[in-house]
T-cell receptor
Framework: AQSVTQLGSHVSVSEGALVLLRCNYS??????LFWYVQYPNQGLQLLLK??????LVKGINGFEAEFKKSETSFHLTKPSAHMSDAAEYFC???????????????FGTGTKLQVIP | DSGVTQTPKHLITATGQRVTLRCSPR?????VYWYQQSLDQGLQFLIQ???????AKGNILERFSAQQFPDLHSELNLSSLELGDSALYFC??????????FGPGTRLTVL
């Protein structure tokens, strides 16, 4: 079984301040972890992903996340928030697709980021 | 543009009716996933297809069904519609089970 918990359904930061969005996961096997962003009236877009290898992953728009196995966390950060970062962010966990093509992806409930000018 | 297309963009129908949502994945992607997004339930995984075969099932109601055709496009059929089925329905495709590429969604309104 796998699950994702995103702490804080709404987060507000000032423009230029640090963005920190929290994600904790549970998985019975080494997970694949993802952050997606959704702008209003649009589909989800991949920000970054961790599959294997380096635990600090960099994504688009200056975002990065660190996989911490001991803490079962995959928090998303950005040093300086821009107004354009206002959106909803989803953390997701899956396991590698098996040889039969099976893969179930579990998304968190999302965090809406508000950037205050 | 993710390369995933969904039609129609908007759909308004009445309770008890049946609708079909269509998804064309990115060229070469064998996996298609369907999701439902609503204000009260958030983003819910419905079902996954891989190369024409159903592979993973999530919170999909018995009134809902899906299929993936030989050309890899997929359809989600929703029947006996209820007011609570009003939501955004997303399709996503994936090349090898890593990241997913989401379509723009179909907004279903049941009156």
């Amino acid at each position: 079984a796998q699950s994702v918990t995103q702490l804080g359904s709404h987060v507000s930061v000032s423009e230029g301040a640090l963005v920190l969005l929290r994600c904790n996961y549970s998985s019975s096997v080494p997970p694949y972890l993802f952050w997606y962003v959704q702008y209003p009236n649009q589909g989800l877009q991949l920000l970054l992903k961790y599959t294997t290898g380096a635990t600090l992953v960099k994504g688009i728009n200056g975002f990065e996340a660190e996989f911490k196995k001991s803490e079962t966390s995959f928090h998303l950060t950005k040093p300086s928030a821009h107004m354009s970062d206002a959106a909803e962010y989803f953390c997701a966990v899956s396991r590698p697709m098996n040889s039969g093509g099976y893969q179930k992806v579990t998304f968190g409930t999302g965090t809406k980021l508000q950037v205050i000018p | 543009d993710s390369g995933v297309t969904q039609t129609p963009k908007h759909l308004i129908t009445a309770t008890g009716q049946r609708v079909t949502l269509r998804c064309s994945p990115r060229s070469g992607d064998l996996s298609v996933y369907w999701y439902q997004q609503s204000l009260d339930q958030g983003l819910q995984f419905l079902i996954q297809y891989y190369n024409g075969e159903e592979r993973a099932k999530g919170n999909i109601l018995e009134r809902f069904s899906a299929q993936q055709f030989p050309d890899l496009h997929s359809e989600l059929n929703l029947s006996s519609l209820e007011l609570g089925d009003s939501a955004l329905y997303f399709c996503a495709s994936s090349p090898q089970g890593n990241e997913q590429f989401f379509g723009p969604g179909t907004r279903l309104t049941v009156l």
